[in-house]
């Protein structure tokens, strides 16, 4: 029962943030902006790439994301980020174990974006990088439950399907421990891809916080 209401946490925010876009209008690459996004992480992606770990932690996430734009050049700018997420995972030590326990994560992250317009508002590309305490429920035994951070990077792209709307794919790492507060504290490395919707909800006005003689 508790999997199946998971299941419709994406369905349901997807309404939600289509309901929202009928009621604003106007151009894109707005000082605020919302997404939601969904992902999935891994210590290896198909046969293309492994990180060689004797843990298996894979991650289903689903992500509300904010960002604010205070700095603003022609081609290029930098937005301060915002994030809060609910993970579902399946976790176990391969050496040791060889059945899935299914946990959980939330938290929230915070950092910043440099992102580069490529197409006017039709096409850009970001390097985003967060960080933000976490709880997980469990983990494999080279890492304690409970609480941990969360460091993220990700390359992206978003692409104007629609008036103000955007969809946005992108991979990225994340590395998540407790920061030796307790042990064990190995670490958890993943590979992440996520992809989503992002709205932006207000226009810059002409000339609003944006460098003179810009690039």
Known sequence: MANCRLHRVPFIASVVFLLINTCFSGDLYSQHAVGYLMGYGSEKIGNF???GSDYVYRINFYRFQYNYTFLKGRSWSLEAVGLMQFNTVK?????????????????????????KLILKDNLSFYLLITSGPHYISGAPNLQIQGFIFSNNIYFGIDVKVAKRIYLNFGPGLRHISNAETRHPNFGINSIL???????????FKKGEKRLTGSP
């Open 91 to 115: 976790y176990m030590n391969k050496i040791i174990e060889d059945q899935f326990t299914n946990g959980y994560e939330f938290g929230i992250n915070g950092g910043l974006a440099l992102r």
């Open 193 to 203: 891809i996520n992809g989503g919707i992002v709205i932006n909800l207000q226009d």
């Open 49 to 51: 790439i492994d990180m």
